[in-house]
């Protein structure tokens, strides 16, 4: 039996392995922390997946469901390019998907996270890089 976040993030890869990316899970036992998924298209962009669902636009990374081991990878890889990571959240079903970005990814201090994408085919094109 697979629990929700399982579910999600089996469906977001499908969506993305559809839209011609590759997509490789990282997250077991052994990488506390690292984001679920890789994903490769025209750039590699590092996902954390959350079944969440939100209606405001800014949360902190424990709303969200994160750790602060996840938190913390996610605004690592973020320093060295703003749109490498993401926390996507969304239902096990895979439907009302969203795509949330550190604030202020610099700073450990600051644990908010704001709307980027909140539509399906948002989420996917911020994924794709369309949206750059």
Known sequence: MNNAETQL?????????????????LSDRFTRG????????DRIVMLELKV???????????QLGMSGAQDHHVRQMCRRSLRSAACVTGRAD?????LWTPISPESE???NYRLAASEDSQVMNWIL???S
Do not use: N, W
């Open 9 to 25: 993030t089996k469906i977001v890869r499908e969506r993305l392995e559809g839209l011609g990316c590759h997509c490789v899970k």
């Open 34 to 41: 690292v984001p679920d998924l890789l994903v490769v298209s």
């Open 52 to 62: 969440f669902v939100a209606t405001d636009s800014v949360h902190t990374y424990q």
């Open 94 to 98: 895979g439907s009302r998907l969203a």
């Open 109 to 111: 201090l600051v644990p």
């Open 129 to 131: 890089g369309a949206m």
